[in-house]
Nanobody, 122 residues
Framework: QVQLVESGGGLVQAGGSLRLSCAGS????????LAWFRQAPGKEREFVSV????????DYADSVKGRFTISRDNAKNTVYLQMNNLKPDDTAVYYC???????????????WGQGTQVTVSS
């Protein structure tokens, strides 16, 4: 059984930083693409960032480029999202997903964590 558990969310002022973590268990973690998505109330789940199985390839939504950094530690079965210069528009529940291909579509990820709330106050 694959499990993904996000942590690190919280309340932060605009301009602040947070580091999200997503710990995986179950079948091999290192062979899969991992991604972060977010969902604000009343909105669809949107792509934030993705990292390939080796960590060599990364991609970001335009709205977070230059502010967020995705990374992974396969030895610890964990993927991270460092978020700097946070803005109120970043407020959402952040989810990590596991897939087999690099994609910006949430439909391509078949395992998800429960999410962690990020709230950015102005």
């Amino acid at each position: 059984q694959v499990q993904l558990v996000e942590s690190g969310g919280g309340l932060v002022q605009a301009g602040g930083s947070l580091r999200l973590s997503c710990a995986g268990s179950g079948r091999t973690f290192s062979g899969y693409t991992l991604a972060w998505f977010r969902q604000a109330p009343g909105k669809e789940r949107e792509f934030v960032s993705v990292i390939s199985s080796t960590g060599i390839i990364t991609d970001y939504a335009d709205s977070v480029k230059g502010r967020f950094t995705i990374s992974r530690d396969n030895a610890k079965n964990t993927v991270y999202l460092q978020m700097n210069n946070l803005k109120p528009d970043d407020t959402a529940v952040y989810y990590c997903g596991r897939g087999t291909t690099i994609s910006k579509s949430y439909l391509m990820y078949n395992y998800w964590g429960q999410g962690t709330q990020v709230t950015v106050s102005s």
